[in-house]
């Protein structure tokens, strides 16, 4: 094989990400899945920028059934045996990560067992694993979609070489991304995005409830003198 590391890409479905994080300023189902669609549109370019192989979690595995773990253990061990050494793990949640950062982590993997990432909430925006090192139960039980993941990682795997990569923010919450400080050429994009599909929702159901209006009042009765 001619290059041992590929990314994999963990994303859920559209929907189950919109109904998990807001990122628009109202409750808009449709507007917060076309920004996750965007979010997942730009991790998606910026991973094949580096060159690497890339793999998408949901068409890996079909079984969504299993906690966050699971999904994730199997997905790793589903890139593993299509004979790849190394796996570096990344979300669609933190647009500042570059393809310098997981180019640099791909070549940390040459000499330590695991690269990590770490998010300003105790977990991590990019988890980077051998296939010699990976234990897979160990793993699915960490403490994720917590603040303890990161610690509880390190707990459980102290015996490994670790490397750290800068620390980065991810993004939850439309405040977030208003004031998301790096990746500001996408980010106003979506920004933008949100600020026009919103408002072209709002004009849409304007033009309905005007029309219902002026379709009610036509159906009245004249007035009696």
Not at 169 to 198: A, C, G, M, P, V
Request: glycine content about 4%.
């Amino acid at each position: 094989m001619k290059n041992a590391t590929s990314i994999l890409i963990f994303i859920q479905d559209v929907s189950k990400d919109a109904s998990l994080k807001t990122l628009t300023p109202s409750k808009n189902t449709g507007v917060n899945r076309l920004v996750f669609n965007q979010l997942n549109s730009f991790v998606g370019r910026t991973a094949r920028s580096t060159g690497l192989s890339v793999f998408y979690s949901n068409q890996l595995i079909d079984d969504h059934k299993n906690g966050f773990g699971k999904q994730l253990s199997l997905s790793i061990q589903a890139v593993f045996e299509k004979g790849f050494e190394y796996v570096i793990c990344i979300g669609n949640d933190c647009p500042a990560l570059s393809k310098v950062q997981i180019l640099d982590a791909a070549e940390k993997l040459k000499t330590v067992n695991t690269v990590l990432g770490p998010d300003q909430r105790g977990g991590v925006y990019l988890l980077a694993v051998s296939k010699n090192t990976f234990d897979a139960q160990v793993f699915e039980n960490l403490a994720w979609k917590s603040g303890m993941m990161l610690t509880s990682y390190l707990k459980q795997f102290a015996q490994q070489k670790i490397f750290f990569l800068e620390s980065l923010s991810d993004i939850h919450t439309f405040e977030e991304l208003q004031n998301y400080s790096l990746s500001r050429y996408f980010i106003r994009f979506l920004l933008q995005l949100i600020e026009k599909s919103t408002a072209k929702k709002i004009s849409i159901f304007s033009y309905l409830f005007d029309n219902q209006v002026i379709r009610l009042s036509s159906l009245r009765a004249p007035p009696a003198y």
